[in-house]
């Protein structure tokens, strides 16, 4: 059945290490996002896409880098220059539906420093 | 700077009765809000949305109000039940080439007593 896919669910990064979060979609949703969540605070936005071969940054994307060479994902790495990284990070699909937006959510990765 | 406050961190109702989540927003070129609901370790679902043309919208148990004067929305659930216990988040969309991308609040905690 359609959806989004993340994975894994809980990963773990030692100090200076580049991990990669993965996000694939098979709803055939042309943009795509990375959210990130901290204990007590909304989601903020780290990097999107919204077609094939080009992505924008986000409201918080220092410490974090994306590709998208395909429609169906959206991986996110994680650089060791990203000094907080612990958090729950969700990844996110849309199709614009008229002239607004309705954002689909994979079931996250949670992603602890050793 | 935070565009989309809740400022209620959680809230208790009774099974039966009605549970009222606040939402207030400052930034005025958003025209389209949402809500998610997410439980713990999973991706938030999508409730319900109401565009700035509108100042209600209904689906079954969930109502979401708008007051654009205010810049506030509401979301009423009418009945609540034990399983609508879950985070609460109100998010706002200013369209265009905001195309996507959703500033989200803090988020309520709705626990629901039996």
Redesign the interface.
Same mark, same amino acid.
């Given at each position: 059945d359609g959806g989004i896919t993340q994975s894994p669910k809980y990963l773990f990064r030692k100090e200076g290490q580049n991990v990669t979060l993965s996000c694939e979609q098979n709803l055939n949703h042309d943009a795509m996002y990375w959210y990130r969540q901290d204990p007590g605070q909304g989601l903020r936005l780290i990097y999107y896409s919204q077609i094939v071969n080009d992505f924008q940054k986000g409201d918080i994307a220092e410490g974090y880098s994306v590709s998208r060479e395909k429609k169906e994902s959206f991986p996110l790495t994680v650089t060791s220059a990203q000094k907080n990284p612990t958090a729950f990070y969700l990844c996110a699909s849309s199709i614009r539906t008229g002239t607004n937006e309705k954002l689909f959510f994979g079931s996250g990765t949670q992603l602890s420093v050793l | 700077d935070q565009q989309?406050k %809740?400022n209620s961190?959680s809230l208790s109702v009774q099974e039966g009765r009605i549970s009222i989540l606040n939402c207030d927003y400052t930034n005025s070129m958003f025209d389209?809000f949402?809500w998610?609901k997410k439980y713990p370790?999973? /991706?938030?679902? @999508?409730l319900i #949305?109401i #565009?700035s043309i509108k100042d209600k919208n209904e689906d079954g148990r969930f109502t979401v109000f708008l007051n654009k004067s205010a810049k506030h929305l509401s979301l009423h659930i009418v009945p609540s039940q034990p399983g609508d216990s879950a985070v609460y @988040?109100c998010?706002a969309?200013a /369209?265009g080439t905001s195309? &996507?991308?959703?500033? @989200? /609040? %803090? &988020?309520t905690i709705l626990t629901v007593h039996p």
């Open positions: - | 989309v %809740q961190p389209y949402l998610y370790a999973e /991706g938030p679902t @999508f #949305s #565009s @988040f998010a969309s /369209g195309y &996507g991308k959703l500033t @989200f /609040g %803090q &988020g």
